[in-house]
């Protein structure tokens, strides 16, 4: 949950930000091309995809842990 | 159990981080790398983030440039301030990379028939139709022929290392957006992919024929209908160079031949669409303007594209300094002028394409018979990568002609002109073209233009204006290439080309102006014999010259007005007819008032206008009563098209047979098709809301190279026809509008539907467009050094380092 909460954060502040400083009607056809989602809603999926990706490095740092604890 | 769990666990996620960082193709459909798109620091964001930077430096990786420096106006266009060639060609390579690399790879790959590597197997018959047409195998002979003169090829190398030193620093953040839409990674630019650009403009310009369609028409019609249905001359033509001159020359003998088969097993039951992109230009003489300097003017006509197919740049070295447009992929400016001279280009549209029945020697078909002996045919395998699936292999003959297709069981080859360069010197045409200071240095520079072959317009501070017709002209008999020829004697196709010096050229000609709008290049007295493809434009030159004539102390501002010029030639000379042979009795009050607005209209297809739309459905309405033979044939044969001034002239003979509508057993005449057509289009017209107008029906699109609607430019607001000088059509239009005054300083203007980066998250992606849409133009900047450059115009500087 750490990980998925830390990579979200980062994830979704950082594509959040970049759609603010640049042309937010880019973001807007974007969207149109991804099936007609708001700029925001990539945003959104960018948080999860960053908390997907934090949580699973989490998930496997810890089962890689266990795997070396049981073998030692 | 537990270490079952965390293998799976880890094996899962290494799993999903493979495919979210690398991409999946399932079947049809590939999955770009998701987590890479959507990743904040690389994927679009990233795109979006750096659209408008402009780096302060930029590497020239390892070579050795020195003191070259790059100054962007407000418009994001480069002015390359350089001390060579070398480094001109170098710089201007490495920025057209990095505002179009997406656009020459795509531009490249779509030529080559190399679409399938990176969309999958929905582009396969396209890249399979471009591999048949021997489009790679051009590719290589052209680069062949280039890499013969090392100075030249020198030349080409820095321009292509200019290209390749912007790819090779890229990472996958750096790179366009639709390389990570789509999931492939920019390759390498070289000669090749040089030439393909090239060939893709010969494809759109120099492709045109009709030889099938014509061939098959005249089997299927009498002698008597098939020159009534497809004329030679059009009486109303006003030739590119002016009717009368004289041809003080030798001409070359010629012992080639015609040989046309016209059997009727040679069919096609689907007529390609013929396609030909006209332009406008003109040029007036210094006596006939009113500040005494000579003024030229260009708008070539072709596709809308974003990017757009033009890169505006200024290139200035010791040797010369020139401003314009360039096609990125190709090296120079293209259009443009420099300090002493201007010149435009509009498309020659002569027929540069035949087709030759093979006649075999066995039935393997491994050998053919061409001047009474048994040639081997030749083969190539073409090999095309298809994403997600094993590649297609294809082996195709090539004989003396060409590359061999099979159409309706005939084997048929293909000649063009353009499978073949004969100049090394041709890739750096641009070059002699943008250091020309002179009517000799330029007439030297476009003798040795070979394709596309284009009336190229000259104007220059001297007072000098000309026109040459420059290309290779294939040297035919009379009526070769028009049908389809018997491929077992080599003298059955053209022999070579037109010496330059006999190709069609005028220069200050006494009516102090020369115009082109793709119309027949010459009157009849001009000695070799050429054939139109697929027609010659039956309008906008008898306008443009028409106006010209009546115009006197020019400026620049009307020139612009006749480059908007949205009056319709083809609606001068058919709407009076129209009006004259109506029935008025069969209109109802409602259908009178849209008659009598008709009856008032100025021709001018204005945007807003209602009295366009009606004419032209019921133009569109009369051709298709007029020739619904033709169209009837057509669901069964591929018969050529009626050109639609003939449907005009027709209107001279009221009673001919083809204005009988072969669905009803009444014998229609003229005045039978007119109000017929009439009443359809106020029947069409009428269901329409009160507000819609000329634009709506013109409907005007920009579209994006890829077909990405959402990246597209939709409804352009403006007037114009393609049969108007301002010949706006759905796809296209004038793509780049230029005015020159050639005074003591050079005043120029110009715009193109479109803008400078390719990037659609950048401001100058299209912010051209609605001031195009207005008829605007742009003063273009263009100070010889870097210290004379305005500082309220400067956007940004970037300087090469080692």
């Known amino acids: 949950m750490i990980g998925f909460c830390i990579m979200a954060i980062i994830w979704g502040a950082h594509a959040f930000y970049s759609v603010k400083i640049s042309n937010i009607e880019f973001f807007e056809k974007l969207g149109i091309v991804f099936g007609g989602l708001g700029p925001y809603v990539l945003c959104l999926i960018s948080l999860l995809l960053g908390g997907l990706i934090g949580g699973l490095f989490m998930i496997s740092g810890r089962r890689l842990k266990n795997l070396f604890n049981q073998g030692s | 159990m537990n270490t079952f769990r965390s293998l799976f666990t880890i094996l899962l996620s290494t799993g999903l981080l493979y495919l979210g960082l690398n991409g999946i193709n399932i079947g049809e459909t590939s999955i770009p790398p998701v987590l890479k798109l959507f990743s904040p620091n690389e994927g679009f964001y990233a795109t979006a983030r750096t659209a408008d930077k402009i780096p302060e430096t930029i590497s020239s990786q390892g070579e050795t440039l020195t003191d070259l420096s790059i100054l962007y106006d407000d418009k994001l266009v480069p002015h390359i301030y350089a001390n060579s060639d ?84 890229l990472k996958y953040k750096d790179y366009p957006l639709e390389f990570k839409l789509i999931g492939y990674k920019p390759q390498l630019w070289d000669t090749k992919k040089s030439a393909l650009i090239l060939l893709a403009m010969c494809q759109s310009l120099n492709n045109g024929e009709y030889d099938w369609e014509s061939t098959i028409s005249k089997n299927h019609f009498s002698e008597e209908d098939y020159q009534l249905l497809y004329p030679e001359d059009n009486p109303n033509q006003k030739s590119i160079i002016p009717e009368g001159t004289e041809w003080n020359f030798t001409p070359k003998e010629n012992n080639s031949k015609t040989h046309p088969v016209l059997s009727s097993q040679l069919r096609r039951d689907i007529a390609p669409l013929p396609k030909m992109d006209g332009s406008n230009n003109w040029v007036v003489a210094a006596s006939k303007t ?53 010149w435009g280009f509009t498309n020659v549209g002569h027929d540069v394409t035949d087709w030759y029945v093979i006649d075999w020697v066995d039935d393997d078909k491994t050998h053919y018979w061409l001047d009474g002996k048994k040639v081997a045919i030749e083969t190539r395998i073409e090999i095309i990568n298809i994403k997600g699936m094993s590649p297609s292999i ?57 394709k596309p072959a284009q009336n190229i ?59 082109s709008a793709n119309q027949m290049t010459t009157d009849e007295n001009y000695p070799y014999p050429y054939n139109g ?13 028409d106006q010209l004539y009546k115009m006197d102390e020019i400026t620049v501002e009307d020139m612009m007005q006749l480059q908007l010029d949205n009056s319709s030639q ?49 133009f569109i309405q009369y051709y298709k009563n007029t020739w619904d033979e033709i169209q009837h044939l057509k669901d069964s044969i591929a018969v050529r098209s009626v050109e639609s001034w003939v449907s005009i002239e027709l209107l001279k003979d009221p009673n001919n047979k083809y204005f ?66 301002n010949a706006m059509r ?47 133009y742009y003063n273009l900047l263009f100070p010889r050094t870097e210290a004379s450059f305005p500082a309220d115009k400067l956007l940004a500087k970037t300087t090469i380092e080692p």
């Open chain 2, 533 to 545: 493809a697929p027609y010659f434009e039956d309008y906008r030159g008898q306008y443009l010259i």
């Open chain 2, 86 to 169: 070398e480094e001109a060609f170098f710089a201007q390579g490495y920025l057209e990379a990095q505002h179009r690399l997406w656009q020459m790879d795509f531009l490249s790959r779509a030529t080559a028939g190399q679409l399938s590597e990176i969309v999958g197997s929905k582009a396969l018959s396209l890249d399979k139709k471009q591999r048949t047409k021997g489009m790679t195998w051009a590719a290589e002979n052209i680069t062949k022929v280039w890499n013969k003169n090392p100075t030249y090829s020198n030349l080409m190398d820095k321009y292509i290392e200019g290209i390749n030193a912007y790819i090779s620093q």
């Open chain 2, 457 to 515: 317009v000259f104007a220059s501070k001297d007072g000098d204006i000309a026109l040459n017709v420059s290309g290779n002209l294939p040297l035919r008999a009379k009526d070769q290439g028009k049908y389809i020829e018997m491929g077992n004697d080599s003298k059955n196709g053209w022999n070579g080309f037109i010496p330059k010096a006999h190709n069609p050229f005028s220069k200050n000609p006494e009516r102090q102006f020369l115009a």
């Open chain 2, 394 to 450: 294809d082996t195709i003959k090539y004989c003396h002609w060409g590359p061999i297709q099979e159409i309706n069981g005939n084997d048929i080859a293909m000649r063009w002109l353009s499978h073949q360069s004969m100049n090394p010197t041709e890739q750096l045409f641009n070059l002699s073209l943008n250091k020309a200071s002179n009517i000799e240095e330029w007439k030297e520079a476009v003798d040795a233009y070979e």
């Open chain 2, 290 to 342: 009113k500040n005494g300097n000579a003024i030229l003017c260009n708008d070539p006509h072709l596709d809308f594209s974003l990017p757009s197919i033009w890169y505006e740049l200024h290139i200035s070295t010791n040797e010369y300094s020139c401003y314009g447009v360039s096609i990125p992929g190709i090296s120079g400016i293209n259009i443009g002028f420099n300090e002493n001279i201007a």
């Open chain 2, 660 to 725: 009988d509508l072969i669905k009803t057993n009444k014998k229609e005449t003229a005045k039978d098709i007119v109000t017929n057509s009439f009443l359809e289009m106020y029947d069409k017209t009428s269901k329409l809301d009160d507000n819609y107008t000329w634009v709506d029906r013109k409907a005007t699109k920009v579209q994006h190279l890829a077909r990405i609607e959402a990246f597209s430019y939709h409804n352009m607001q403006n007037g114009g026809v393609a049969n108007a000088l």
């Open chain 2, 730 to 776: 759905p796809g296209g239009g004038p793509s780049w509008r230029m005015v020159v005054e050639l005074g003591e300083e050079m005043r120029a203007y110009g715009i193109y539907p479109g803008g400078q980066s390719g990037n659609p998250a950048s401001k100058y992606y299209n912010n051209m467009i609605d001031k195009f849409a207005k008829g605007e």
């Open chain 2, 570 to 618: 083809r609606a001068i000379y058919a709407l009076p007819q129209f009006l004259r042979l109506i029935d008025k009795s069969r209109l109802n009050p409602e259908q009178i008032k849209v008659l009598n607005s008709l009856a008032k209209w100025d021709y001018k297809y204005e945007a807003d206008s209602k009295d366009a739309l009606h004419f032209q459905e019921w």
